[in-house]
């Protein structure tokens, strides 16, 4: 298996995978010449070339989050922060009864909600504390995320802007 076998079959398919995950076509272009540096130097160490497509990938998107990581907050990112700072009351009122919510959430739904939620704790450490796996923690909070927003759903309407920001609500039966 050689680097330009590689270029050869799979250069297209991993511009387009880069291509939709960063602003500019030069970027792209860029992180893709990057991309195949790295493949040349790391293929030696690829022990299982059945796998090779996978991890070209995911050579990839470790290139994208690098790239990400080390980038400046443009202007767009800075106007939409002085915009969001402006929090509306209705969210206000919102965030401050989440608690209340959680609070009716069965176990072990509650006790992952409270700790990562309330007390703001990582999903690891919530792992830790509950003695339960990572991805079970993970997967009780997200559980958890979701019957929350039911909740909030089955009490009131709410009203959202063209970003999604609560903008208004309207209470059925709290």
Same mark, same amino acid.
């Given at each position: 298996?050689?680097?330009?076998?590689?270029?050869?079959?799979? =250069?297209?398919?991993?511009?387009?995978?880069?291509? =939709?995950?960063?602003?500019?076509?030069?970027?792209?272009?860029?992180? #893709?010449?990057?991309?195949?540096?790295?493949? =040349? $130097?790391? #293929?030696?160490?690829?022990?299982?070339?059945?796998? #090779?497509?996978?991890?070209?990938?995911?050579?990839? @998107?470790?290139?994208?989050?690098?790239?990400?990581?080390?980038?400046?907050?443009?202007?767009?990112?800075?106007?939409?922060?002085?915009?969001?700072?402006?929090?509306?009351?209705?969210?206000?009122?919102?965030?401050? $009864?989440?608690?209340?919510?959680?609070?009716?959430?069965?176990?072990?739904?509650? +006790?992952?909600?409270?700790?990562?939620?309330?007390?703001?704790?990582?999903?690891?450490? /919530?792992?830790?504390?509950?003695?339960?796996?990572?991805? &079970?923690?993970?997967?009780?909070?997200?559980? &958890?995320?979701?019957? /929350?927003?039911?909740?909030?759903?089955?009490?009131?309407?709410? +009203?959202?802007?063209? @970003? &999604?920001?609560?903008?208004?609500?309207?209470? @059925?039966?709290?």
């Amino acid at each position: 298996m050689t680097t330009e076998y590689i270029w050869a079959s799979y =250069h297209q398919q991993l511009k387009t995978f880069i291509q =939709h995950r960063v602003p500019h076509t030069e970027v792209a272009e860029d992180l #893709l010449q990057n991309i195949f540096i790295k493949i =040349h $130097s790391e #293929l030696s160490k690829l022990q299982q070339t059945e796998k #090779l497509k996978s991890w070209l990938f995911q050579i990839a @998107r470790n290139a994208i989050t690098d790239y990400y990581r080390t980038r400046k907050p443009s202007e767009e990112i800075n106007d939409y922060a002085e915009e969001t700072k402006e929090i509306s009351e209705a969210t206000e009122d919102i965030a401050s $009864s989440i608690k209340f919510f959680i609070l009716q959430l069965e176990e072990p739904y509650r +006790e992952a909600m409270i700790l990562s939620e309330i007390r703001n704790l990582s999903q690891k450490q /919530v792992a830790e504390k509950l003695n339960i796996s990572y991805s &079970g923690a993970k997967s009780r909070i997200q559980r &958890g995320r979701e019957k /929350v927003k039911q909740l909030m759903y089955e009490c009131c309407h709410y +009203e959202f802007d063209k @970003r &999604g920001n609560v903008i208004d609500y309207e209470c @059925r039966q709290c």
